[in-house]
């Protein structure tokens, strides 16, 4: 597949708004910080967790616990993908019992990774609640699955990508549209 296009959809200033406000909404909704847990969908849920704790401390004074989730074996096309798999580890250190989870990461697509991220968070123990906090909803589920709070809808079509970059990963804060097309 050969790119005929790449438009940006976010940049840093945009990606700090968002995020910000995702901060807002998860302390609105949940009645503030208290039962809060941020956990991160490596790779770069992580940051975006980060940055939510961070923004939720500036807000409230509370240091909300955080961790992450490594999804790799938990996949459901863990044994179709050629690639060997880089192994993280999964990253919990508070209990999770009675807590409002809230999941982070980067782009909800089919739902799979989500999926795959609460089969992982079932080993930890049995929360309140889980929510999703994602950066960029780009549609196209394929499991019943909706975040609860999302930073930017780009609705694609077949053959578009949706790539984010993180400054804590990438050396920089974008959001690109790639269109591909069939063939060389």
Known sequence: MASTGKKQAMDSTAINRSVTRLAHEILERNGGPDQLLLIGILTRGEPLAKRLQSLIQKITDVAVPIGSVDITFHRDDFRDRLVVPQ?????????????VVVLVDDVLFTGRTIRAAMDELNAFGRPKKVQLAVLVDRGHRELPIRADFVGKNIPT??????????????????VTLTRYSEGG
């Open 87 to 99: 192994v993280k580890g999964t990253d919990i250190h508070d209990s999770i019992d009675e807590k």
């Open 157 to 174: 079509h077949e053959g578009e990508h949706v790539e984010v970059m993180l400054k804590e990963v990438d050396d920089r804060d974008i």
